[in-house]
T-cell receptor, first 114, second 110 residues
Framework: EPEVTQTPSHQVTQMGQEVILRCVPI?????FYWYRQILGQKVEFLVS????????KSEIFDDQFSVERPDGSNFTLKIRSTKLEDSAMYFC????????????FGPGTRLTVL | KNEVEQSPQNLTAQEGEFITINCSYS?????LHWLQQHPGGGIVSLFM???GKKKHGRLIATINIQEKHSSLHITASHPRDSAVYIC????????????FGQGTILTVHP
């Protein structure tokens, strides 16, 4: 069964460094998402992406964050200058259509900022 | 802004018990998702519903659009059902953005 994959599974970085989290969505899906979950808290929406542009973003998704689909398979989340509070589990998800469609989640990348 | 609340936050049951987890949301939605999160962190979609009721094995999800309320039921619970169950609302005008509840931690003892 097709699945969403994410790399790396765990990333440790120093504050101020740039990180890129990678996701490979399910191949025929058209909508892509990033969510994050700070330890012990709710999962939070970061951004949705469709047709090579951002569809919607949350207040969390400020100028330090960017997303890209550099080729036909990868979907990346970049954090330009990491802060301690960026430490969280980051989940990628994808769906065939947007509104009200089942979203398939990747296993997550645990980001630790020291 | 949609607020999604779940109850209870923690639930402990004996194997075989019938379990109900509740979810309420504050504004109209296009769909309500029920998700399962295991201790390793991975999230699995269980149901996506916009009206009525859906059943998959021992899991049943219902939604009442007028009351802005959904329930997830587990019949004949089993220790392998132990996980965090999360409801998430898909906004009516968004491209699938989900607003998540805080999750219900379910522990089923043998």
């Amino acid at each position: 069964e097709p699945e969403v994959t994410q790399t790396p599974s765990h990333q440790v970085t120093q504050m101020g460094q740039e990180v890129i989290l990678r996701c490979v969505p399910i191949s025929n899906h058209l909508y892509f998402y990033w969510y994050r979950q700070i330890l012990g808290q709710k999962v939070e929406f970061l951004v949705s992406f469709y047709n090579n542009e951002i569809s919607e973003k949350s207040e969390i998704f400020d100028d330090q964050f960017s997303v890209e689909r550099p080729d036909g398979s990868n979907f990346t989340l970049k954090i330009r200058s990491t802060k301690l509070e960026d430490s969280a589990m980051y989940f990628c998800a994808s769906s065939t259509s947007g509104m009200g469609d089942t979203q398939y989640f990747g296993p997550g990348t645990r980001l630790t900022v020291l | 802004k949609n607020e999604v609340e779940q109850s209870p936050q923690n639930l402990t049951a004996q194997e075989g018990e019938f379990i109900t987890i509740n979810c309420s949301y504050s504004v109209g939605i296009s769909a309500l998702h029920w998700l399962q999160q295991h201790p390793g962190g991975g999230i699995v979609s269980l149901f996506m519903l916009s009206s009525g009721k859906k059943k998959h094995g021992r899991l049943i999800a219902t939604i009442n659009i007028q009351e802005k309320h959904s329930s997830l039921h587990i019949t004949a619970s089993h220790p392998r059902d132990s996980a965090v169950y999360i409801c998430a609302a898909a906004g009516g005008t968004s491209y699938g953005k989900l607003t998540f509840g805080q999750g219900t931690i379910l522990t089923v003892h043998p």
